[in-house]
């Protein structure tokens, strides 16, 4: 008995493994790595977190139960949580930044917060400001605003 239910529990987790495989695929951890040997200029940046909750991303629900937008131009529409303007969704190393200075792609190390991929874009950050992503809304308030000099690495050419 005891070695069907061994049995049993290999063959469902070889099953959970087969049919999550695809999902698992996009959670698994991946370091963000400037590519070797390139260049990066030093820049002297204002920056805070994030995460995905209501106040840091602008969405409540509507009487559906559906996030939408919760002010602005876009009021009332549609809102996909936890996925950045370039489309990816959000995770440790999503920056925000202001897409004219620092396009999708740039790879930047932060003291103190390690690399990070600039993949989002939002309505306050402009100019040399990043916003850096936290899971949590304490992680975000903790981190507060600081100023870092900042290593920025272009991002590669198309």
């Known amino acids: 008995m005891i070695v069907f239910i061994r049995v049993l529990r290999y063959c469902s987790l070889l099953l959970l493994f087969v049919i999550g495989g695809c999902y698992l695929k996009d959670v698994r ?19 805070t977190g994030y995460c995905p909750c209501k106040s840091c991303c602008n969405w409540k629900r509507n009487w559906y139960g559906r996030p939408v937008i919760a002010s602005g131009p876009g009021r009332g529409r549609p809102k996909e949580v936890g996925i950045t ?15 004219s200075l620092f396009p999708f792609g740039t790879v930047m190390y932060i003291p103190g917060y390690g690399y990070g991929r600039v993949e989002d874009r939002g309505g306050a950050v402009k100019g040399r400001h990043i916003d850096l992503f936290f899971h949590t809304h304490n992680e975000a308030l903790e981190w507060g605003v600081q100023y870092h000099k900042v290593k920025v690495w272009p991002p590669p050419p198309k």
Not at 85 to 99: L, N
């Open 29 to 47: 951890w991946r370091p963000v790595r400037p590519a070797r040997k390139t260049t990066y200029n030093v820049y002297n940046l204002k920056t």
């Open 85 to 99: 303007a370039s489309g990816t969704r959000a995770k440790s190393g999503t920056i925000a930044a202001d897409t």
